[in-house]
């Protein structure tokens, strides 16, 4: 008998990547709305969904996201429809007696300070980094929220915390994406322009963590199958969210230099060092998740590789 599984966000770079790992899967019949079908700051319409669909299960990876500037430029939006939309879904799928959740969080709930690589632990121990602390603050009330129904209601609703993700159906806007996108769109246009050489911020020496969508969807299925026994035995009632990474990471001018191979840049890379680096490090502690028997699989070069081959086949829909 197959079960019914509603992923939330299911055109977002992480939410197709969590549809085509169970479009592999012969036991599970997906479920899927887009914004004009079910609006999730709706709550009466997303309670009326949950009550009409008969959902067994559901992968929590809608919400509103952006880089640096948008963070900045919006927070007052940033937190209000994160915290509606996973508000209206953990309720709402709790009110239609659905067990089985996993809601997807972010790395940036953790303390700007926290010590690397950053254990789960670290969770509530310092500051936030001010430029996405209302998205960050939005993150961890979903965390609390799924353990909250868990120990009032005896709910199965489990979270994962995933390092920056790359990979198909990554967002490649000139302004509003995140670096390794904002580099390969970068480096492919010089290369068309034959530039002699193209200009990165800050030193390259800051060292950051990337993981594959693929991957990342791949842990999500792995931890929403766990035993429950074994995901209790390795999580607290009230720490129980899972860091989902490579536990590796490289400097920027690494990836960089990677970059280009992949692309095919020829020219120089220069670093502009009066440009601001942003935080030295910043490395998931992913012991957790190893002992419960599930690693990454993409190696960097490799998942870069399969990203250009997707870009070069949609970059007319990164125009402008």
């Known amino acids: ?14 939410g197709s990547a969590i549809v085509r790992q169970l479009q592999k899967k012969n036991d599970t019949e997906l479920v899927l709305r887009n914004r004009t079908e079910l609006d999730l700051l709706d709550t009466r319409s997303v309670i009326d969904f949950f009550k009409n669909e008969s959902v067994d299960e559901v992968y929590l990876a809608a919400a509103k996201v952006g880089g640096i500037i948008a963070n900045n430029t919006y927070p007052a939006e940033f937190i209000y429809q994160n915290l509606v939309i996973e508000t209206n879904i953990i309720h709402a799928a709790h009110i239609a007696g659905v067990q089985k959740l996993l809601f997807l969080g972010s790395s940036c709930i953790y303390p700007k300070m926290a010590a690397q690589p950053m254990k789960e632990s670290a969770l509530l121990t310092g500051l936030l980094e001010p ?3 209302p998205y960050a603050i939005a993150k961890i009330a979903g965390i609390k929220l799924c353990e909250s129904y868990n120990r009032q209601y005896g709910r199965d609703y489990r979270s994962v915390m995933p390092t920056n993700l790359y990979g198909m159906n990554d967002n490649f806007h000139p302004q509003n994406s995140h670096v390794v996108p904002a580099l390969m769109r ?17 030193t390259g020496t800051p060292k950051r963590e990337f993981l594959h969508v693929d991957d990342m969807a791949a842990a999500s299925v792995y931890v ?15 720490l129980s969210h899972i860091n989902v990474g490579t536990g590796e990471d490289c400097s920027i ?5 990677t970059l280009a191979q992949v692309v095919g840049f020829k020219g120089r890379i220069v670093f502009d060092s ?4 942003g935080t030295p490090r910043k490395l998931m502690d992913v012991s957790r998740l190893r002992e419960m028997g599930w690693s990454y699989s993409i190696p960097l070069k490799d998942g870069l590789q399969h990203t250009y081959e997707w870009y070069l086949q949609h970059q007319d829909d990164f125009r402008g």
């Open 274 to 277: 009066t440009k601001p680096d």
């Open 1 to 14: 008998m197959s079960k019914r599984v509603f992923v939330a966000g299911h055109n977002g770079m992480v």
């Open 186 to 202: 970068r480096f492919h246009e010089a290369k068309l322009a034959e530039a002699a050489q193209i200009v990165v911020w800050g």
């Open 131 to 133: 430029t996405n602390e």
């Open 253 to 257: 001018k690494e990836l960089a230099e």
């Open 224 to 238: 929403m199958e766990l035993n429950k026994d074994l995901y209790e035995a390795n999580t607290q009632p009230m």
